[in-house]
């Protein structure tokens, strides 16, 4: 079935760095990809998204990358804060249905 | 994300009890859907619902039920055949179908007496 494959499931970074998260997809036929940030015990929080008719999006320290031959994306923090510090959850979707297939979260800890 | 709103915040089931939660928008979102996520997981897809007087069941449906009688409202009840309820509950609307973005309600956490 469709799967969103998320790795790593723990970060720890130091201020100041950059982190990355990756997602892979299984079904081509997906065209949508957002991530959310959650805090704990708060709602999940669209932070970037991107479409499958372009390879990057950035948003002052985010950026997202999509690579639709190898059917993965990829979250990117440069400069991280101490308030980085989430869960974050990747998802894919495609057009005509309703449902994102989400990944299953990266904790990440920015350490000061 | 801030026009929608979950109640309650925290809810105790006792055994064999059936449970209601709110979700309410004010977006004039045509989509809306159910989450479950427990604890240290991803989100897993209760219900949804594409329209007024439709809904659809998603990936663990089992021991939940659904209405959709206002396009503001799609309140979740939990019923006592779900044998493992206590969860964080997570509501979220959309615009309309497919590939567009999903704002999600600040949930309600259900525990059981």
């Known amino acids: 079935g469709e799967n969103v494959e998320q790795h790593p499931s723990t970060l720890s970074v130091q201020e100041g760095d950059s982190a990355v998260i990756k997602c892979t997809y299984s079904?081509?036929?997906?065209?949508?990809f957002p991530w959310y940030k959650q805090e704990l015990g708060k709602r999940p929080q669209l932070i970037i998204d991107?479409?499958?008719?372009?390879g990057e999006k950035k948003d002052q320290r985010i950026a997202v990358t999509l690579n639709k031959t190898a059917k993965h994306f990829s979250l990117h923090i440069t400069e991280t804060q101490p308030e980085d510090s989430a869960v974050y959850f990747c998802?894919?979707?495609?057009?005509?249905?309703?449902?994102?297939?989400f990944g299953t979260g990266t904790r990440l800890k920015v350490l000061a | 994300d801030g026009g929608i709103t979950q109640s309650p915040k925290y809810l105790f089931r006792k055994e064999g009890q059936n449970v209601t939660l709110s979700c309410e928008q004010n977006?004039?979102?045509?989509?809306m859907y159910w989450y479950r996520q427990d604890p240290g997981q991803g989100l897993r897809l209760i219900y949804y619902?594409?329209?007024?007087?439709?809904?659809q069941k998603g990936d663990i449906a089992e021991g939940y039920s659904v209405s959709r009688e206002k396009k503001e409202s799609f309140p979740l009840t939990v019923t006592s055949a779900q044998k493992n309820p206590t969860a964080f509950y997570l509501c979220?609307?959309?615009?309309?179908?497919?590939?567009?973005?999903?704002?999600f309600g600040p949930g309600t956490r259900l525990l059981v007496l």
């Open positions: 977006l004039n979102h045509d989509a």
């Open positions: 991107i479409r499958s008719n372009v």
């Open positions: 979220a609307s959309s615009v309309n179908r497919g590939s567009e973005t999903q704002y």
């Open positions: 619902s594409q329209i007024v007087n439709d809904f």
């Open positions: 998802a894919a979707s495609k057009g005509g249905t309703y449902k994102y297939i």
């Open positions: 079904d081509s036929a997906s065209n949508y």
